[in-house]
């Protein structure tokens, strides 16, 4: 209902004169942020300088700021304070972790809109049609994202690519992942994803000969302090068999709730399962049964099957 038709019931009224933005809204703004500021810094053939770039960033910042302002006001002043000096902080990690970063990488394009309106000022890589993925044998799945940087390898003729996603959040889920297991089976999929989106657009737009190297988070937030978290691209070699056995469950109509109720803590849809404990436990029961052949995929993913 929510998702699909766009149907939902009407936000509570609640004031908690702590709290101005919450999550998502504060990932919208530092994205904005990042993008603006990096764009301006690619027109000018430039890399980000600490010392030269503070102010331009912060005055990105306070535009930014100033509009939410504007769309949202604040419960008090208090909360606005804290949170605006916040998110000054987030945009000073932000730019010393780039401007070491970027001596190794060079940026090429950021939020890059495949099967979506571009943001912005567009990218190279934008189109409005989804792009066509592997899964593996002759089975294929539509996909659309925005990638929030491209960045070119140096050294290697503008043909390798690194895809960098910027998370506002924690970074504990992707740090405590299994080295052999980047997908958490198949919890974790937006490296996939991505790393096909992208390089199916590079490959058509700059060279057939282009491939993306590897895939990674940037954390530029006060709690993780600009930590980085990544994968080469062999690391994430399974990810279309991964992609594939979701597909293929869907495809023969099965739409099962988790075999863990710690994966729907903060779903939208766990309303629609009642308790998650019993929905969990009930999952983990048709798992068990290897006549159940419309989750057989899932079996494999969440480790029932051996193969």
């Not at 401007?99 to 309106?117: I, L, N, W």
């Not at 960098?164 to 504990?172: F, P």
């Not at 996939?192 to 390089?199: F, R, T, V």
């Not at 495809?251 to 779903?267: C, H, M, R």
Request: proline share 7%; aromatic share 10%.
């Amino acid at each position: 209902l929510r998702h699909v038709l766009g149907i939902r019931p009407p936000d509570e009224v609640r004031i908690d004169p702590r709290i101005w933005l919450d999550p998502a809204e504060r990932g919208q703004l530092l994205h904005a942020v990042f993008r603006r500021f990096m764009h301006r810094l690619r027109e000018q053939d430039l890399l980000p300088d600490f010392q030269r770039d503070e102010k331009p960033l912060m005055d990105t910042l306070d535009e930014e700021v100033a509009w939410w302002r504007d769309s949202k006001p604040a419960p008090s002043r208090a909360a606005y304070e804290r949170e605006a000096l916040d998110l000054r902080q987030a945009c000073r990690i932000f730019l010393q972790e780039e401007e070491a970063f970027c001596r190794k990488s060079r940026p090429f394009c950021f939020e890059a809109s495949v099967g979506m309106m571009p943001e912005g000022q567009g990218t190279p890589l934008d189109t409005l049609e989804p792009v066509s993925l592997k899964l593996g044998g002759k089975a294929s799945v539509r996909a659309r994202g925005r990638i929030d940087r491209v960045d070119q390898v140096p050294g290697a003729e503008g043909k390798k690519f690194t895809i960098w996603d910027y998370k506002t959040g924690s970074s504990w889920k992707y740090r405590t992942t299994d080295l052999e297991d980047p997908f958490d089976k198949g919890r974790l999929v937006q490296s996939a994803l991505y790393l096909q989106l992208a390089e199916s657009r590079l490959k058509e737009m700059v060279s057939p000969e282009a491939s993306v190297d590897r895939f990674g988070y940037f954390f530029p937030t006060t709690r993780e302090h600009g930590e980085r978290v990544e994968w080469t691209a062999a690391e994430l070699a399974q990810g279309a068999r991964v992609l594939e056995g979701l597909c293929e469950m869907l495809a023969k109509g099965a739409f099962p709730f988790t075999d863990d109720p710690e994966d729907a803590k903060f779903s939208d849809y766990k309303d629609a399962f009642g308790d998650e404990h019993v929905a969990a436990a009930g999952s983990s029961r048709k798992l068990e049964n290897p006549e159940n052949e419309a989750l057989k995929p899932f079996r494999r993913l969440r480790g029932y099957d051996r193969e």
